[in-house]
C-alpha cells in the first residue's frame, strides 16, 4: 500500500521544496498540497475545521502548482497531487495548461485532486453560482481532458465553449492525467468519479467500507470496470488499525496529514508516520 503525505503549506511554514525532499527521502511516495485562493471575510471561519488544520491554513495557503513546481524540481520519484483544487473556480483553458506543464516537466508524475468546494462567498467570488458548481467543474474537466489528449481539441457545453485549438504541452500520462474526486460519500461524487475520473478521494476515510458498493455500483453503470477505480482515503491521522483496515480492503494508497507549522514540527510530524512505512509501505 502507497502512503503518500498532504500539509496546508503556508507562507509561514517550511518550503515546498524541502517538505518535498523530506518526503522523497523519507520513503513516502507522494505529496499532495491543497488550494484556497483566498478566504472572504464575510464567508467567517470554516465550517468544519479538523485537528491540526487552522483558519490561517485557509487564509495563508501556497498556490498548489507554483508549489509543486518547486517539489518536482527537486525530487526524481515522488508522486505531485493536488488535494484537492476547485476546478470550477479556475479558467479550464489555463488550468489545463498548468496541469500539462507539470505533468511534462515532472516526468508524468501528476494527479490532479479536484474538488466542488464549500465556501460560497469563495465560489461567488469566482463567478460561480455555487448551485451549479459540480456541472461547471465537470464541464471544466473533461474540457482539460479534451486539451490534453487530442491534437486539436475542441469542447462545446452548457458552461464551456471552446472551438478547436491548438495547446502544448500534452501532459506524458494519456489519455488523461490522473484524476480523483475528493469529498464525502455523495452519489454526485460517485458520478463525477464514474465518469470522468480514476478514483475517489474521501476526506479522513471514514465509513469507506459501506460506501464502496455504491461506488462500484456508480462505476459499473457507466460501462467501467470497478476494478478500475482507485480509492485513495486522503488526510488521514494514522494509526496501525486504521491502515490495517484500509489495506483489507483493497486501498493501495492512503495519504497521511502533516499539521503546518514549524519545519522542526513539520518533521518531526513527518518522522513519525515514517514509522509506518515498513508494515504498510509498498517499498
Known sequence: MRLGITA??????????????????????????????????RAGLPPALVEGVHPDDYRRSLDPFVALSMAAAVTERITLGTG????????????????????HLSGGRVVLGIGFGWNRAEAADHGVVFAERRAVAREHVLCMQALWSQEQAEFHGDHVHLDACWSWPKPLQQPRVTTLVGGGAHPGVFAAVAEYADGWMPIGGSGIAEALPRLRRAVEAAGREPGSVRVVPFGTVPSTGKLEHYRSLGVDEVVLRVPSGQADAMLATLDAHASFLARFGDR
Open 8 to 41: 496546508f503549506l503556508t507562507d509561514r511554514d517550511v518550503s515546498p521544496a524541502d517538505l518535498a525532499v523530506a518526503v522523497e527521502e523519507r520513503g513516502f511516495d507522494s505529496l499532495y498540497l491543497p488550494e484556497h485562493t483566498h478566504l472572504p471575510v
Open 84 to 103: 484537492v483544487v476547485l476546478a470550477a473556480q479556475h479558467d479550464p483553458i489555463v488550468l489545463g495548461k498548468q496541469v500539462a506543464t507539470l505533468d
